[in-house]
Structures are given as C-alpha cells and as structure tokens.
C-alpha cells in the first residue's frame, strides 16, 4: 500500500486546512486509516481514525475542531481542520493500518 499525503502549508491562528491522503495498493477487507502528527522535538502522536466502515475517532486535541472523512471509491482519506492553533504546528502523516505510512505534509499554524 502506498499513501501520497497533500494539502499542508502555512495558515493564521483560526484558520483552516484540509489535508487530503490517497492511498493505492492492496485495499480491502476491513482497514483504518488514520492521520498523526509529529511536533519538533515530540513524540508521533494520533490526531483521529476512520475506518472502512466509515466509523471515526478523535484524540481530544482535535475534538470538535477536526473532521476525518473517507472516500472508499477513491481510497482516499481527509483531515479538515478548523480553528486552528499554533500548536497544531506539525507535520501530519496519514498511514494504513498503522502499517504503511505516507510522506508528512507540513501544517504551520502562526500569524
């Protein structure tokens, strides 16, 4: 499975993003797809889920103010983000399973 993530870039404090990841390979069965992001001098950590059936799961960073999405037919995942904060700073990755994992897409949140 291979997964091209898109849609970083620079955005004020309240602003918003939506990161885009598609995913080609071998997809079936029952799967998750999730978005993480990794601070300078953090830990990788978990934003939210979505699964094959369409069943999503926040971390409580992005509760309320993220919105994951998928498209089966396209095989691709979405992370629209709004309010954003200075310290959403991150790149995000998305990954398959927790397997395969796409490129980071940088997300800088600063006025």
């Known amino acids: 499975v291979q997964l091209q993530a898109s849609g970083g870039g620079l955005v004020q404090p309240g602003g918003s993003l939506r990161l885009s990841c598609a995913a080609s390979?071998?997809?079936?069965?029952?799967?998750?797809l999730a978005w993480y992001r990794q601070s300078p001098g953090a830990e990788r950590e978990l934003v939210a889920t979505?699964?094959?059936?369409?069943?999503?799961n926040y971390e409580e960073a992005a509760k309320g103010r993220f919105t994951i999405s998928r498209d089966s037919t396209l095989n691709t995942v979405s992370l629209q983000m709004n309010s954003l904060k200075p310290e959403d700073t991150a790149v995000y990755y998305c990954?398959?399973?927790?397997?395969?994992w796409g490129q980071g897409t940088l997300v800088t949140v600063s006025s």
């Open positions: 990954s398959y399973n927790g397997v395969y």
């Open positions: 390979g071998r997809i079936f069965g029952y799967y998750v």
């Open positions: 979505i699964t094959s059936g369409g069943v999503p």
